[in-house]
């Protein structure tokens, strides 16, 4: 049984870093893409970033700033998300995802809430 468990996320204040986590269990990802999505309240589910199992990385369009890094250990089978110079804006839950290969996400996280106070 694959399971997903996030941590890292919690209260912070404008400005501030939190690097959130993701640790697989129950068979390996390293052969699969990792990563992470944002969901704040009567909004749907958006993509935030990814990382392929070559460590190819992509962004939506509001990460493209260089605020926040994927990034995976795959002897970890963790997925992580580096945040920085975070904004109110940013505040959501976080959930992450990851694919038996890089074509699809197929287990998700229960999502981690990270609240930025300004």
């Known amino acids: 049984q694959v399971q997903l468990v996030e941590s890292g996320g919690g209260l912070v204040q404008a400005g501030g870093s939190l690097r959130l986590s993701c640790a697989a269990s129950?068979?390996?990802?390293?052969?699969?893409?990792m990563g992470w999505f944002r969901q704040t309240p009567g909004r749907v589910r958006e993509f935030a970033a990814s990382?392929?199992?070559?460590?190819?990385?992509?962004y939506s369009g509001d990460f493209l700033k260089g605020r926040f890094t994927i990034s995976r250990d795959n002897a970890k089978n963790t997925v992580y998300l580096q945040m920085n110079s975070l904004k109110p804006e940013d505040t959501a839950v976080y959930y992450c995802?990851?694919?038996?290969?890089?074509?699809?996400?197929?287990?998700w996280g229960q999502g981690t809430q990270v609240t930025v106070s300004s």
């Open positions: 995802a990851v694919g038996v290969t890089d074509s699809s996400f197929d287990y």
């Open positions: 129950g068979r390996t990802f390293s052969s699969g893409v």
């Open positions: 990382i392929l199992s070559n460590g190819r990385r992509t």
